[in-house]
């Protein structure tokens, strides 16, 4: 939130000061500044922390179920729980894109994450983008995880993140994320991850990247289905809780629905998997930004 604001007001007070004095002129673009002025505001109050660099961008299959199911065996949950690297066996390419978010395509966000499986560790590449000419956020990150026996699993991921706004400059700062989670039983998985767990700071030292502490549960109810509960909660705003469940009818087919509180939002999506070939559709509800559609598409090796 303080990045935002710090940047946006700053921003905003010179393109209104040049407005004022190049009225005259007519040298301002004033619909650009109110674009900005919007797409700021949606990024500080349509999320949990929504701040800077807050993980909004995620692949469509993770969206689709709440963001709950993050401690599943899953390549997609790489951006929020660092150990899920550990336990993939396949190289695997994944890209996804939000085109639109709150019917405001210059909050349109993509990614990609990339796993390659070695010994004794695998090794994911990741990369986000968020936001348009006038304010953009990049996210890199590099990721290393080990299974141990199968039973426990160990991450982490240090992440490059670099914020620059039109008009005011930009800066980078570095990241550590760490996780772990554990298989209890057959049926059950539970996990917790720390992102930015060294409180990194950027645009000055008074500005803290959001550091964020998740946990949660993974139950398997039947051999195609299974519920997911977790909660996120920035240091500096309200829990997050979130539960989704992911359903397959059909080998191809991966049906998922999901709700969360701080914002409530109402979340559902599918996948279909083809060979080697996933592609995944999300869209999630937000009772007073509206809809907000997600796609992607995975590749396995």
């Not at 899920?84 to 085109?99: G, H, I, K, Q, W």
């Amino acid at each position: 939130m303080i990045v935002l604001l710090k940047c946006s007001g700053k921003f905003l007070k010179g393109n209104i000061t040049t407005f004022v004095n190049s009225y005259k002129h007519r040298r301002i673009n004033l619909r650009k500044l109110i674009v900005l002025s919007i797409c700021l505001m949606c990024l500080c109050f349509g999320g949990t922390a929504s701040a800077g660099f807050d993980r909004t961008a995620q692949p469509a299959s993770l969206q689709g179920s709440a963001q709950a199911s993050i401690f599943a065996e899953d390549s997609e949950s790489i951006l929020l729980n660092p150990s899920a690297v550990a336990s993939l066996n396949d190289y695997r390419l994944s890209v996804f894109y939000t085109p639109s978010p709150f019917a405001l395509p210059q909050l349109s966000n993509y990614g990609l994450v990339a796993v390659y499986p070695g010994d004794p560790v695998n090794v994911a590449l990741s990369a986000t983008t968020i936001g348009f000419s006038l304010y953009r956020e990049i996210s890199a990150a590099a990721t290393v995880g080990r299974s141990f026996e199968g039973v426990f699993s160990a991450g982490i991921s240090v992440n490059v993140d670099h914020v620059a706004v039109a008009r005011y400059g930009s800066a980078t700062a570095l990241g550590i994320d760490i996780a772990a989670a554990a298989q209890l039983s057959d049926g059950v998985r539970w996990g917790f991850s720390l992102l930015n767990v060294n409180r990194p700071r950027i645009v000055g030292a008074a500005d803290q990247v959001p550091a964020l502490y998740i946990t949660g549960v993974t139950v398997r109810l039947m051999p195609t289905a299974e519920i997911s509960f977790s909660l996120i909660k920035d240091i500096l705003y309200p829990a997050s809780i979130r539960t989704g469940v992911d359903f397959c009818p059909i080998d191809i087919l991966q049906l998922r629905v999901g709700i969360s509180t701080e914002p409530s939002r109402y979340c559902a999506g599918f996948g279909v998997r083809v060979s080697s070939v996933s592609f995944d559709y999300a869209v999630i509800t937000h009772q007073e930004l509206g809809l907000t559609h997600s796609l992607g598409v995975s590749l396995t090796f």
